[in-house]
Nanobody, 114 residues
Framework: QVQLVESGGGLVQPGGSLRLSCVGS????????VSWYRQAPGKQRELVAT???????NTADSLEGRFTISRDNGKNAVYLQMNSLTPEDTAVYYC????????WGQGTQVTVSS
């Protein structure tokens, strides 16, 4: 059974940090590129960052320097380190694994508020 599970979301104060995790099972996780997306209330889902199976990363220009994507294939995991968070980063964060097909996780809520 294919599963992609995000975790690590929560409530954080402005300026704080969070690390999200995305763990896959039921498929060859290391062969897939993995992306993080986010969707804020009333807005379209947007691409945050991608890491290829070979470890090449790409982060949205507006988030470069604050968000970092990484992976640990030994743990079938991809991480999103988020620093200097602002209320504008509040959203549901999703991960997607993609190769010839794609799998989505259920999302994890990130709320940045004082």
């Amino acid at each position: 059974q294919v599963q992609l599970v995000e975790s690590g979301g929560g409530l954080v104060q402005p300026g704080g940090s969070l690390r999200l995790s995305c763990v896959g099972s039921g498929f060859i996780f290391s062969s897939y590129a993995v992306s993080w997306y986010r969707q804020a209330p009333g807005k379209q889902r947007e691409l945050v960052a991608t890491i290829t199976s070979g470890g090449i990363t790409n982060t949205a220009d507006s988030l470069e320097g604050r968000f970092t994507i990484s992976r640990d294939n030994g743990k079938n995991a991809v991480y999103l380190q988020m620093n200097s968070l602002t209320p504008e980063d509040t959203a549901v964060y999703y991960c997607k694994a993609q190769r010839f097909n794609s799998y989505w996780g259920q999302g994890t809520q990130v709320t940045v508020s004082s």
